[in-house]
């Protein structure tokens, strides 16, 4: 646990300038956690407790945005790791989905990918649009002239939650497989999936 503010950890961050609604990368002292709050106990808990082991055993990356006009606030954060969109073994809607913007020649069994595994805004950050800005700084990221990676798709294993869905469909993403498909898919029932796979284009940037 490590949300008792003592130091800095090996925590990656930025600060979320509330006067220009923009963001920005800093180089201060890790903020404190411990009174992030976004609404979800499990998102809660891994910022809390659970992120700097992932990032310890590089499991995945997590960037913390604050308010340096209230005492550095934590705001949001996000969690992102390798991974890769594999079309070999999905239905053929699916596939076609995918591949649908890519030339024939071009087709892969699995395409570079980078999975966005945890994301939240504090609950007194929410509606004030911080989540599509957020959303818009990883694609950007991973879209400039100084991307380091091929990185073709934006996955998220979205919380099985009208809110949250209604959330990424705004931001462009789009179901992997209908509901019924990816229930079969997963041998589970429609009721039964936690979680549904999303996946952005990058290319809808280029």
């Known amino acids: 646990m490590y949300s008792d503010c003592d130091g800095p950890t090996i925590i990656f961050y930025t600060t979320f300038i509330n006067s220009t609604n923009s963001l920005r990368f800093t180089a201060q002292s890790v903020p404190c956690f411990s009174d992030f709050n976004c609404g979800n106990a499990d998102l809660n808990e891994f910022l809390k407790n659970d992120a700097l082991p992932f990032q310890s055993q ?11 006009t209230q005492n550095n606030q934590v705001v949001c954060f996000f969690t992102i790791s390798n991974d890769g969109l594999r079309v070999d073994t999905l239905y053929n809607s699916a596939k076609k989905k995918v591949n649908k913007s ?35 700084f990883i694609k950007k ?33 789009v179901y992997l497989m209908n509901t019924d498909r990816e229930a079969e898919y997963y041998r589970k029932k429609e009721e039964e999936l936690d979680t549904r796979i999303m996946f952005f284009d990058l290319m809808q940037l280029i």
């Open 58 to 68: 590089l499991l995945g990356v997590t960037y913390v945005f604050t308010d340096d």
């Open 102 to 136: 890519i030339p024939h020649p071009k087709h892969m069994r699995v395409y570079p990918a980078v999975k966005i595994g945890r994301l939240g805004v504090d609950e007194k950050y929410h509606s004030k649009g911080i989540g599509t800005d957020l959303m818009d």
């Open 141 to 173: 990221w991973f879209t400039d002239g100084g991307n380091k990676t091929g990185c073709k798709f934006l996955l998220v294993d979205a919380y099985n939650d009208p809110n949250v869905l209604k959330y990424y469909e705004r931001n462009g993403f």
